[in-house]
Nanobody, 119 residues
Framework: QVQLVESGGGLVQPGGSLRLSCAAS????????MAWYRQAPGKQRELVAS???????NYADSVKGRFTISRDNAKNTMYLQMDSLKPDDTAVYYC?????????????WGQGTQVTVSS
């Protein structure tokens, strides 16, 4: 079974930076999409960024140009570099590894890490 452990969250001032990590243990065979989601209090969960096995990336409009998703296949780890942070970025951030197939995708979620942007 795939288990994901997140780290790197914390309190940062507006304009600051954080780097989130999501390390997988267990077999990640056939994992083809990795993604970061976030959920703020009273808000719906939203997709922040994703990266495919080919290296193709996608970003939410709200973070484009400020956040960068990446992966290190040798370490089975995904990262989210967050720069120019805004108070609206405050949320619990969740990583997800997925086996996306037509007949039924399988998803593995991290426990979440709190990011708070405040002066």
């Amino acid at each position: 079974q795939v288990q994901l452990v997140e780290s790197g969250g914390g309190l940062v001032q507006p304009g600051g930076s954080l780097r989130l990590s999501c390390a997988a243990s267990g077999s990640i065979f056939r994992i083809n999409v990795m993604a970061w989601y976030r959920q703020a209090p009273g808000k719906q969960r939203e997709l922040v960024a994703s990266i495919s096995s080919s290296g193709s990336t996608n970003y939410a409009d709200s973070v484009k140009g400020r956040f960068t998703i990446s992966r290190d296949n040798a370490k089975n780890t995904m990262y989210l570099q967050m720069d120019s942070l805004k108070p609206d970025d405050t949320a619990v951030y969740y990583c997800r590894f997925s086996r996306v197939v037509v007949m039924g995708s399988q998803h593995y979620w991290g426990q979440g890490t709190q990011v708070t942007v405040s002066s």
